[in-house]
């Protein structure tokens, strides 16, 4: 007998043009230490690819080894470098931006 798994596809952010997660605590945490884009890239074992640093710029979608790489990199935890941003609060900043 065949073993079934059944996928369902549900869209992470549907109707939501941004990831909920910004990276704003990394920078800050960057900033901090004096760790720089390229050094990010530069590392001798938890290379960063620079697309993905890019994708962090702009608060991009990362998958969980490129958290886990940035954990590793700065000895932390996952949230000590990203922050989850609820529908609505988002929608504040933005509207406060404006």
Do not use: W
Request: charged share 30%; glycine share 8%.
């Amino acid at each position: 007998m065949k073993a079934c798994i059944e996928i369902i596809r549900v869209p992470i952010c549907e109707g939501v043009s941004e990831m909920p997660i910004k990276y704003d605590t990394l920078f800050t945490l960057m900033k901090e230490r004096g760790v720089k884009k390229h050094h990010l890239r530069m590392h001798k074992t938890h290379r960063i690819h620079a697309g993905v640093v890019d994708k962090l710029i702009k608060g991009g979608t990362v998958d969980t080894t490129t958290i886990a790489n940035l954990c590793a990199i700065f000895q932390c935890q996952p949230g000590d470098i990203l922050e989850y941003v609820p529908d609505g609060e988002r929608e504040a900043d933005l509207n406060e931006s404006i």
